[in-house]
């Protein structure tokens, strides 16, 4: 069977499932506590502007690795008392954290994920030690020893508004939605990035200090090249497959998009073995040393940007519509969630954010139908619950109000 074949026959399997069951928030941004009961593929989160729908959609992005789709920081998230107006800062309701919890059901198996922050005591240099927030994550009330460990269990991939300035804005959300694709596909990745990203800031303090242990700067140096270069060819072997996918799946209502990167390592590793790279990866680091120390700008040697093409136009993104940005970033999207179910066999949880927005109504349809489709769990909120009327049967509907959120049912 062709590899085409192959995926559409497992697209085809009723079977194909993963959704949370069961939403349970505590203290979580406007929600003292909220627990909602999910049956439906499509829970629709209809009402008013800061009436907290994406807040919902944020506590099931916690749910996977990271800092969720708005990538808050951890205090911020908590509930802040809103009422205490004579206070020049908000105060916190209480001093226990937030938490999430969710019953999730994938193919035939159960299991509970819940994520809490907790304080622990840090030891930073010079013996100092501090007391510092960090989220934990469990699996069946078993603590995981880190939240890359997620990505096992769980894909949860999201679109949001903010993510309509993707192919304007700066590299960095480029990398870093590419490092989520990469992540989806390969736990090790986020774990290689928080890797280089220690080994990184140790190397920068020595340099700094000035007490320079040139034997640690080596040893440093000689686990970044390492890494360095395995981050570059995890992203540049998702962006071939990405591409094949779309090469082999070509969509027939969203415009396919073609994926380059623009990275001094992947360009070179299109030429030259690892081993190779590596060792001018180390060098560059050498070379840098000098110049951290002047200029703050630091290593950029996994600076890579994600640059995305039209295919069909050879038009590069960021001169595209908008509508058009939108109708590429949910090509890519669609063949993400398509393509980890194929190949990894992992059904994924999508969290659209507005998505309807910049999209006519034939392309937003379309876009549910495909998600419909692929049978797969989809959060959707809107300020208009009309929107969904096509999709009444598979929709469970909620309206968002007063810091809570009640299910309703519509007569279209
Ligand atoms: N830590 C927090 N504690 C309490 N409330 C918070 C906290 N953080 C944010 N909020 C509240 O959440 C509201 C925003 O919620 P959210 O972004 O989910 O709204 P929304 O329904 O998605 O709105 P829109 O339609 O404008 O996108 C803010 O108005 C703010 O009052
Ligand atoms: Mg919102």
Known sequence: MSAVAFCNSIIDDAKVRSAVKRLTLVNFRNYKYLRLNLKKPFIVLGGENGSGKTNVLEAVSFLSQGRGLRNAKLAEVKTFDFLAKQQSSPVFINNSGWAVSAQVEKFDEEFNIGTAVESVLKEFDYNETKEVERRIVQINNQKLSSQNELGNYLSIIWVTPQMDRLFQGGAQLRRSFLDRIVYAFDVEHARRISAYDNLYRQWLQILKSGNINTSWL??????????????????????????????????????????????????????????????????SLFNQRRNILFNDAGNNLNKTDLCVIYKKKNVPAALCSTGEQKSLLLNIILAQAKSLLCSRGMPSILLLDEVAAHLDEMKRDAFLAKIQNLQLQAWLTTTDLSEFVSFRDISQFFEVKDNTVKEVSLSF
């Open 218 to 283: 080596e040893a440093l140096e000689e686990q970044m090249s390492g890494i360095g270069v395995a981050i570059a060819a995890a992203r540049r072997e998702q962006v071939q497959k990405l591409n094949t996918f779309i090469e082999q799946n070509p969509d027939d209502t969203f415009p396919d998009a073609l994926l380059a990167l623009d990275g001094t390592i992947e360009t070179m590793l299109d030429e030259k073995p690892a081993i190779y790279v590596e060792d001018y990866y180390r060098e």
